[in-house]
């Protein structure tokens, strides 16, 4: 009997102690993405600087990129997780005053406004590709990362928003 008292109170230190590992590197995740968003932005605004393109910001930037060749209303870009900020109204406002993004009223849903980029908006898209392109020339070699190894990363991130996603649709 306490023998298997000893072992139950072990068992529940040795559960403390993998909870608090697991909430050390949970921690630890949650501050990379974060960190890891601002330092892609931050990149992003360089290449802008480096060309002298002072009419936008990098979320904005980024913003063209994830729009593409696509046609799409805010609400789309928000679903397919095209954007990342409380404020893209605000955004796609600036960007059609700025003359990056042509902007229509949906011919099935007059409310809704269908957003497509202009010629400036695709030089902007090409641009962030283009940097793209050169970090992968350099993301093994210099970075030592490689396709195995953002694979593993992808797939921890996708159950992570998996996770959290379960979390807001059934209010766990």
Not at 21 to 26: G, I, N
Request: with cysteine; aromatic share 6%.
């Amino acid at each position: 009997m306490n023998a298997a008292v000893a072992l139950k109170e072990n068992t529940a230190v040795a559960g403390e102690a993998d909870g608090s590992v697991l909430k050390a590197h949970y921690l630890e995740t949650l501050t990379f993405v974060e960190r890891l968003h601002r330092c892609l932005l931050d990149v992003i605004k360089d290449e802008l600087d480096r060309i002298g393109c002072d009419e936008i910001n990098s979320v904005q930037a980024l913003l063209l990129f994830n729009i593409g060749d696509a046609e799409l209303t805010a609400g789309e870009l928000r679903t397919r997780g095209h954007y990342l900020g409380s404020n893209v109204s605000y955004n796609l406002k600036k960007l059609v005053d700025t003359k990056y993004i042509h902007h229509k009223r949906s011919e099935a849903d007059r409310r809704s406004v269908r957003v497509s980029l202009t010629g400036k908006g695709q030089e902007i898209k090409e641009l962030v590709d283009e940097l793209y392109e050169r970090h992968l020339l350099s993301l093994t070699p210099v970075g030592e990362v490689g396709a195995d190894d953002l694979e593993t990363v992808n797939t921890a991130l996708r159950r992570l928003e998996r996770f959290w996603t379960d979390q807001i649709r059934y209010r766990l």
